[in-house]
């Protein structure tokens, strides 16, 4: 190509390199005319006979714009390219636009490092990628062949997955159940990130995994070293069909983490509970017993003054008793007042959803009147049609003890728990929560004895949800209260 704008298809993406890729169709890095920002495009020509696929499958994708996939920008069903000589290339072409993403996949730094993941930094990519299929579950999106390269690092670190509706019409699906297929895949890629190797045949790459097990199913401890069985057990659950939902293996990975957290707490106490003896050679020991006897005998007279000085500062009391004559401050240990936190700002907290579940509500929660309430979206089923839950994050305005949560609810029904945390942008694998709530009471009280230290108070909703006069299924908090 002499130029960026020789060749350009559908009157607005100009085709500037070719992009290696792992597809079985061309995908070029195209400048868009109109908005000036390099995409993603994938080029199909209509008469072939997946090109009807790819266009139901990404037109269904294109939905599921969350942060962390890489969004189908565009679809075309019927594009030309239009350049200024002659070419042999076909003449009309499906075009799925989808964004440029500056990034390097799971297989490429796998391949670049020449290591594998940390275990503790496994999981917890793992735990990004597992929500982001939760969330396209929800809106009846599904991946259906997860591969390495799939896995994106944008250059900020964050993991973005790419290939909705693409990858699987043009190389075909592992299977045409999307969930169960999902959750095998998300297996997969703990697999990889782990061993280095993928569990079925060499794929992006990467070799594959052979051990004592190929004729049946190969775990990871049987083809790389110090893989706990907890990962060995937790990967045969995602292929022998234990999770029905993403949700069920968001929840084991927590307690995976979980469990690999104490793991590592009970390395390091071994390692700094382990006490050394070292045996000075024949040469040095009189020269270090002549120092370790001045030492002593320092150590003896400056105990001896130490002791004068202390006693001297003691006297007699009436009662026969010896006591000090400026007894020491007792320490101030925190106690509960009683009083209402005062909250200077409320806000929805709604990771898989868009943080507008009825926004205008919601300071009905916390206004003193339990006849006001805020209320969640309604959904057509309790478990809110797969999302992990959504709440009201409060922000104290400074970190406070507390010990007392009062909750208010629209309805009996309601499960969900309550934490008290530094940061607005809560981690469910650390946080340590407050209490659960009663799906059987309309009224909540969590109190401890002893005081929780933190700034925001969140009170998070989760499946399932009480239903309502209209017959969906919807949550509601008619009043909160924070006593310190």
């Known amino acids: 190509m002499s130029g960026v704008n020789d060749r350009v298809f559908d009157g607005r993406y100009a085709l500037d390199v070719q992009v290696s890729s792992s597809l079985s169709s061309p995908i070029w890095r195209a400048m868009d005319l109109s908005l000036k920002r390099w995409v993603n495009l994938i080029l199909l020509p209509t008469s072939d006979l997946r090109s009807v696929k790819l266009l139901q499958e990404c037109q269904n994708a294109a939905a599921n714009d969350r942060r962390d996939v890489v969004s189908i920008l565009d679809v075309i069903s019927d594009g030309k390219i239009s350049s200024g000589e002659a070419t042999d290339l076909p003449d009309r072409y499906v075009g799925i636009v989808t964004e440029w993403l500056e990034g390097e996949t799971l297989d490429r730094i796998i391949i670049r490092r020449g290591e594998v993941f940390p275990i503790d930094q496994a999981m917890k990519q793992i735990g990004i990628i597992a929500n982001t299929l939760m969330h396209a579950h929800s809106l009846n999106v599904f991946h259906r062949r997860l591969r390495p390269h799939n896995v994106i690092f944008s250059q900020g670190q964050e993991v973005r997955l790419?290939?909705?509706?693409?990858?699987?019409?043009?190389?075909?699906?592992?299977?045409s159940d999307g969930v169960s297929q999902d959750i095998t895949g998300v297996g997969?890629?703990?697999f990889v990130m782990i061993t280095g190797m993928w569990p079925l045949g060499s794929v992006d790459s990467l070799p594959a995994a052979f051990g004592s097990g190929e004729t049946g199913l190969v775990v990871p401890s049987q083809v790389h070293g110090g893989v706990r069985p907890y990962l060995d057990r937790l990967y045969q659950q995602t292929q022998?069909?234990?999770?029905?939902?993403?949700?069920?293996?968001?929840?084991?990975?927590s307690v995976g983490e979980a469990e690999e957290s104490e793991s590592l707490q009970n390395r390091v106490s071994r390692l700094t509970s382990t006490s050394v003896t070292w045996t000075p050679p024949q040469s040095v020991q009189p020269r270090r017993l002549r120092s370790t006897l001045i030492a002593g005998l320092s150590v003896f007279i400056f105990g001896w003054l130490g002791w004068q000085l202390l006693t001297s500062n003691f006297y007699r009391s009436d009662s026969g008793i010896t006591s000090l004559e400026s007894p020491l401050?007792?320490?101030?240990?925190s106690q509960a007042t009683g009083e209402i936190a005062p909250v200077e700002t409320l806000t929805i907290y709604d990771p898989l959803g868009d943080n507008t579940e009825n926004e205008e509500q919601v300071l009905l929660a916390v206004d003193g009147d339990e006849e006001t309430a805020w209320t969640t979206d309604s959904?057509?089923?309790a478990d809110m049609s797969g999302k992990a839950g959504v709440g009201l994050i409060l922000d104290l305005?400074?970190?406070?003890?507390?010990?007392?949560?009062?909750?208010?609810f629209i309805s009996s029904g309601?499960?969900?728990?309550?934490?008290?945390m530094n940061s607005s942008?809560?981690?469910f694998a650390t946080e340590a929560k407050f209490g659960d709530v009663n799906p059987d009471d309309t009224s909540n009280t969590v109190s401890v004895s002893k005081g929780v230290s933190g700034r925001y108070v969140l009170i998070w909703l989760t499946p399932d949800m009480p239903k309502s006069e209209s017959g969906e299924f919807q949550g509601g908090i008619s009043e909160i209260k924070v006593r310190l």
Do not use: C, N, W
């Open 162 to 175: 790419a290939g909705f509706g693409v990858d699987s019409a043009l190389l075909g699906p592992d299977s």
């Open 188 to 190: 997969q890629l703990l």
């Open 240 to 253: 022998d069909g234990t999770f029905s939902s993403m949700r069920q293996l968001l929840d084991a990975l």
């Open 329 to 333: 401050p007792s320490a101030e240990v």
């Open 379 to 381: 959904y057509r089923k």
């Open 397 to 408: 305005g400074s970190v406070q003890d507390v010990y007392e949560v009062e909750v208010e």
């Open 414 to 420: 309601h499960s969900g728990e309550i934490y008290v």
């Open 425 to 427: 942008k809560p981690d």
